[in-house]
Structures are given as C-alpha cells and as structure tokens.
C-alpha cells in the first residue's frame, strides 16, 4: 500500500473531520484515513493511483476541494456536509 496526503479547503471541525472520513473510507483499497482540521489535510493508504483523482472529486462535491480551489458555492456546501457530519457523528 501506497500512502497520500491532500490539502483540502473548507475543513473547519470534527463533524467535516467525520464527514471526510466517511467519504474517503468509502472507497475500496482505501485504508487509515486520518483527517485534520487543524492542518487542512486528510491522510490514507491506498492500492490503486485512480483512486485519488475519484476520492478528489467526491470531496469537490462534498464542499472540501483541493487546498486554494475553493468556490463561494463549495464554502456554502461545505457547512452541510460539516452539518450532516456533527449529526452522525
């Protein structure tokens, strides 16, 4: 297993600390994702390259793009999925 870490933008507490694991675990080959807010970052194991170009995306969507890509719209989508996050915590 290989091993990455991805700034991302928008991560602002334990609920989107959870809700990025969530989606990272998500993926298959995927394994020890550690996500902190402090640092901006989300750190895991993988088997498969492709799979960060996807895990990438999925964050896009879930409001927490790549570190300094971040739209007025993703920081409004971002403070949902941080809600939904804190709720099934």
Request: net charge negative; aromatic share 6%.
């Amino acid at each position: 297993m290989k091993s990455t870490i991805i700034e991302i933008d928008n991560l602002k507490c334990g609920g989107c600390e959870h809700t990025v694991n969530k989606a990272v675990e998500s993926f298959e080959g995927v394994e020890s994702v550690q996500t902190s807010s402090e640092e901006g970052t989300v750190r895991f194991s993988y088997e498969d390259e492709e799979v960060i170009e996807r895990i990438k995306n999925k964050l896009s969507s879930l409001g927490y793009p790549p570190a300094g890509t971040s739209s007025t719209l993703q920081k409004a989508v971002s403070f949902v999925s941080c809600a939904k996050g804190r709720i099934t915590k």
